[in-house]
């Protein structure tokens, strides 16, 4: 089955940094999704991205779809102490089912404020 | 906004004991999902459902069964609890796109389980 690494598992940073993660896929995928999950709740979407080359923003958070379509990244500009949860990538579609996500492991966001 | 609704949230259950996990979606969304998290992994597909009458296995589908009689519902049951079934599980829904491209997948807020 399709795997995906996420990188890195975790992040400790000070308040007003900037985050990046990433993930890469041993195969192609026609969508990338970015979801953050706090705790006691379920996974919540943060960016989709459709397109390989694609770079989107919303707020201070930007990614993009590599343009091979085995990977992707998000960055966090200027964190805050909400911005603390589990990042998740995922993928869709290309060499598997339209229908399901293939998920990373997740990166673990402290901030300290 | 409704969304997805997962009851109960919780739950401790004996082994060899027997239960259904809720899930409906106010979305009118085609697609409905069941996933495993366990700690420290991403989420694990369990079953999925392309439509009302139509279910299929995902990664790892063993100890449980789902049906999906209407396009709100997709409750999946647990006949006989075993303590490696102790996890957190999210219900998702999406809706078909354009293309190869479907619509982002829309979670609810999980049932966290204990077999003991």
């Known amino acids: 089955g399709q795997q995906l690494n996420q990188s890195p598992q975790s992040m400790f940073i000070q308040e007003g940094e900037d985050v990046s993660m990433n993930c890469t896929s041993s195969?192609?995928?026609?969508?990338w999704l970015w979801y953050k999950q706090e705790p006691g709740e379920g996974p919540v979407l943060l960016i989709a991205?459709?397109?390989?080359?694609e770079l989107t923003s919303n707020g201070r958070l930007t990614a993009q779809f590599g343009i091979t379509r085995k990977d992707s990244f998000l960055n966090i500009s200027a964190s805050i102490p909400s911005d603390v949860g589990i990042y998740f990538c995922?993928?869709?579609?290309?060499?598997?089912?339209?229908?399901?996500?293939?998920f990373g492991k997740g990166t673990l966001l402290t901030v300290n404020p | 906004n409704a969304g997805v609704t997962q009851t109960p949230k919780f739950r401790i259950l004996k082994i060899g004991q027997s239960m259904t996990l809720q899930c409906t979606q106010d979305?009118?969304?085609?697609?409905m999902y069941w996933y495993r998290q366990d700690p420290g992994m991403g989420l694990k597909l369990i079953y999925y459902?392309?439509?009302?009458?139509?279910?299929d296995k995902g990664e790892v589908p063993n100890g449980y069964n789902v049906s999906r009689s209407t396009t709100e519902d997709f409750p999946l049951r647990l006949e006989l609890a075993a303590p490696s079934q102790t996890s957190v599980y999210f219900c998702?829904?999406?809706?078909?796109?354009?293309?190869?491209?479907?619509?982002?997948?829309?979670f609810g807020d999980g049932t966290r389980l204990s077999i003991l």
């Open positions: 195969s192609i995928f026609n969508t």
């Open positions: 998702a829904s999406s809706s078909p796109g354009q293309g190869f491209s479907n619509q982002p997948q829309h």
């Open positions: 459902s392309v439509g009302a009458g139509i279910t």
């Open positions: 991205l459709y397109k390989a080359g």
């Open positions: 995922a993928g869709q579609g290309g060499g598997g089912s339209n229908y399901k996500l293939t």
């Open positions: 979305m009118n969304h085609n697609y």
